[in-house]
């Protein structure tokens, strides 16, 4: 018999075996899907392309929507055949950021913990079709997922249909590192039983009606690699910066060696910050995040990290080949969960984490835009950013100082688009320095931004901003008619800086 049937334990499945080509053929015009796949990891691949192959010689569109962002080229054929009507809730694919940009495609972007609870109260359209990667079926029709949980185990529960990839190429060891666990609807919802970061609290699977399986489709192709960048000096120089905060934190008595478990979001930024903590004083760590990164293996082999919790695992090429050739070594030291667990907005107070996530500008107020360019053009979205940074113990932005060879300030008199108020951000961090806000007036919080995070060559720009707003008075004083003035130059000029 074909070895791969023996990963379908529920032997009554094993005749619902079907094409890539079959399954896609299933779908059609208007309907919604719900794939599997969390920042490029636990993709669903195989029926996904099918279909896209299906739009060289029909036109239809489908609603999309996923854990986080996909990997594999799916979101960029999906948006170059232009069968997107809507994606929800996170992409980080240059295509299909155009298309959303140009209006093509719609998009939700929404907090992560949101889309379970959405889908429980039939807020958005609901799913046709849930199809979603799995290492095996278990003999009671409960899918074990492979390298991410995300929205998946929602999906399944809630979509009319469900499709399978069994994909034989992802680990089988990874059988038993989830921890599915459904917190009901709202009526009747008891307290979430997790009140440390190893605790486990569901299934190892997704339990699923069987009748809702329509087909299974067997595949073989490994997940995309990330392309993180590797630290540089600005990044390093932000690490350093970051390990100043913690210990400062220690020396006022509110954190001890162990720190608090410790959330950090997406991109070359946040990874490199985390790797800032090898070869520290810091150790026993915990994590309780959304993606597990490079970085999260780098702290487990250099005995600084004791667990981590996570939605996903997504890793560069040289270190998945690394981590999954020697998985045994961290199979007890990591849980993925779907993603309103890790998200969750009364788990992550419970937990007090200290959260770190990446700006792409902040104001002299304290207020963070992690989305969109110039306050208009999408770049990636929200996703779990705002989750952590509202409800942490300590919440942390980190961002380079300039962008684009240093046209582009980080540091601005006004964010054109607030993803997290200044309510919801403690600290903020460049390679220039820190400014700890909490606590601080508006008036206070301008100066401490202006001297210790941004960039020398605005320094005096921001200063003479700040010093004519505050002849206009106010609580948070501001110049309005200049407020976006450094926006408008960069548009007719190429950079932010006064000639
Ligand atoms: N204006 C325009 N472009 C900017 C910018 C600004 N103020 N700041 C940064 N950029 C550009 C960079 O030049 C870079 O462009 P490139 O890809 O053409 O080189 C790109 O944005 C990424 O910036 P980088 O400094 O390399 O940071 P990153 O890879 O760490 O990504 C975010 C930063 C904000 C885009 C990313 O962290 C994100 O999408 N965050 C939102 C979601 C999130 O935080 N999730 C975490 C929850 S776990």
Not at 91 to 109: A, F, H, W
Request: proline content about 4%; glycine content about 8%.
């Amino acid at each position: 018999m074909d070895k791969r049937f023996e990963r379908i334990k529920a032997s009554a499945l094993q005749e619902r075996v079907v094409s890539a080509e079959e399954a896609a053929s299933w779908i059609q015009d208007g309907m919604t899907l719900g794939l599997s796949g969390f920042t490029q990891a636990g993709d669903a691949k195989a029926v996904p392309l099918a279909l896209a192959k299906r739009a060289e010689f029909e036109k239809f569109k489908v609603n999309v929507y996923t854990g986080a962002s996909l990997g594999s080229n799916i979101d960029t054929v999906f948006a170059q055949t232009g069968i997107v009507k809507k994606r929800l809730p996170f992409q980080s694919d240059p295509v299909m950021r155009r298309k959303i940009n140009e209006g093509e495609i719609l998009y939700t972007d929404h907090h992560l913990s949101h889309t379970a609870e959405w889908i429980r109260d039939g807020v958005i359209t609901p799913i046709d079709y849930a199809i979603i990667e799995a290492i095996s079926i278990t003999k009671d029709g409960m899918i074990i997922p492979t390298t991410s949980v995300g929205n998946s185990a929602i999906f399944a529960q809630y979509a009319k249909n469900v499709i399978v990839e069994i994909n034989t190429e992802q680990p089988e060891r990874l059988y038993r590192i989830h921890d599915i666990y459904d917190t009901g609807t709202h009526e009747g919802r008891n307290p979430i039983p997790l009140s440390h970061v190893a605790d486990r609290i569901g299934t190892t699977g997704i339990p699923v009606d069987m009748e809702k399986i329509k087909g299974i489709v067997f595949t073989d192709q490994v997940d995309s690699p990330s392309t993180i960048v590797p630290p540089d000096s600005e990044t390093e120089a932000i690490a350093s910066h970051l390990l100043e905060l913690l210990r400062s934190e220690i020396r006022a008595g509110r954190l001890t060696e162990k720190l608090a478990p410790i959330q950090s979001g997406v991109g070359s930024v946040a990874n490199s910050a985390l790797r800032g903590l090898i070869g520290s004083e810091f150790h026993d760590l915990e994590m309780y995040s959304e993606v597990l990164q490079d970085a999260v293996f780098d702290l487990i082999d250099a005995d600084v990290l004791r667990f981590a919790s996570g939605s996903a695992i997504t890793l560069s090429k040289e270190k998945m080949a690394q981590v999954y050739s020697d998985f045994r070594k961290y199979e007890d030291k990591i849980i993925l969960r779907p993603q309103e667990i890790t998200n969750h907005p009364g788990l992550i107070r419970r937990l007090g984490l200290i959260a770190v996530n990446t700006a792409l500008e902040f104001d002299i107020y304290g207020n963070v835009n992690s989305t969109h360019v110039s306050g208009t053009k999408m770049m990636n979205g929200i996703g779990g950013s705002g989750d952590f940074a509202r409800n942490s113990r300590l919440s942390i932005f980190v961002s380079k100082s300039t962008a684009k060879g240093g046209n582009i300030s980080s540091v601005v008199p006004f964010v054109t688009h607030v993803d997290h108020t200044e309510h919801d951000v403690d600290v903020l961090i460049t390679e220039h320095g820190y400014a700890d806000l909490r606590g601080l007036a508006p008036r206070e919080r301008a100066g401490l931004i202006i001297e210790n995070c941004a960039d020398p060559a605005y320094r005096d720009q921001l200063r003479n901003y700040y010093e004519e707003a505050l002849t206009r008075g106010g609580q948070t004083p501001h110049v309005l008619e200049k407020a976006f003035s450094w926006h408008q130059r960069l548009a007719e000029t190429g950079s932010m800086l006064e000639k």
